[in-house]
């Protein structure tokens, strides 16, 4: 049981496992989720790390699309943004890069949702590890990660 699934059962949001074997040649982590377990990949996010290089935040897009720093910059109220060191996000959430969660991090981190999510019944994010995706509602993703906000934040 990972940390997002612990986060997730101590505070009764309800979540389903998904589970899948992990192709360790493969580094497009959320699109290989997105195929294996037959999902449409519009519905499945990936969660990245950012910096404006005094606080780290939390950006969840579409495995389809990119994340615009820009408009991440604006949700988040800084000037300007550029992504983490991998290895800085690993130590901050605990995860390893590929099975980042945006739920049961080490480090309790601003999040910003891209709003894309709200027009599902359910989305699917990163487990905690490479190979488990767990799915739950947009509002319940938004009330499991850390001072969480939808926005317009991926590029078009």
């Known amino acids: 049981m990972t ?18 074997d992990h192709d360790p040649s493969c580094s497009n982590f959320g699109q290989e989720a997105a195929e294996k377990l037959k999902l449409n990949p519009n519905q499945v996010f990936k969660t990245l790390l950012v910096t ?38 690993e130590r901050l959430t605990g995860y390893l890069v590929g099975g980042i969660s945006p739920i049961g991090q080490k480090k309790h981190l601003l999040t910003c949702i891209d709003e894309s999510a709200e027009t599902f019944e359910k989305v699917y994010v990163s ?6 995706d767990i799915s739950l509602t947009p509002q319940d993703l938004l009330n499991a990660c850390h001072k969480a906000s939808f926005a317009n934040i991926k590029e078009v």
């Open 3 to 20: 940390p997002a699934c612990k986060t997730l059962k101590q505070r009764k949001i309800p979540y389903d496992i998904h589970e899948y």
């Open 52 to 89: 404006d290089g005094k606080n780290t935040f939390v950006a969840i897009v579409p495995v389809t699309s990119t994340l615009n720093l820009k408009k991440a910059a604006n949700a988040f109220k800084v000037k300007k943004l550029q992504m983490e060191d991998p290895k800085n996000a």
């Open 127 to 132: 487990g905690g590890k490479r190979g488990l």
